[in-house]
């Protein structure tokens, strides 16, 4: 299973949870602040970043540990 750090949409804010928990770490009043922990949580545990859309998209991945699909090169 892959280790995941995501920032999702509540009533009351911005939950930044990490797959596999079943409670948010913390709530925060906005998005940019729920990323900046997210990304924070996510490089400390070498983990993706999931981040979701006001509507439950999911609009940003981020890959902070080995990468399964790493980028090839153009030789």
């Not at 409670?23 to 009043?29: E, G, M, Q």
């Not at 990304?39 to 990468?67: C, F, H, P, T």
Request: charged letters at 25%; proline letters at 5%; hydrophobic letters at 30%.
């Amino acid at each position: 299973m892959n280790k995941q750090v995501w920032v999702s949409p509540r009533s009351n804010g911005w939950a930044v949870k990490s797959s596999g928990s079943s409670r948010a770490s913390k709530i925060y009043d906005t998005k940019a602040e729920a990323l900046k922990a997210g990304r924070q949580q996510a490089i400390n545990n070498s983990a993706e970043l999931v981040s979701q859309k006001r509507n439950g998209q999911i609009n940003l991945k981020n890959s902070y540990g080995n990468d399964p699909m790493p980028p090839r090169d153009k030789d």
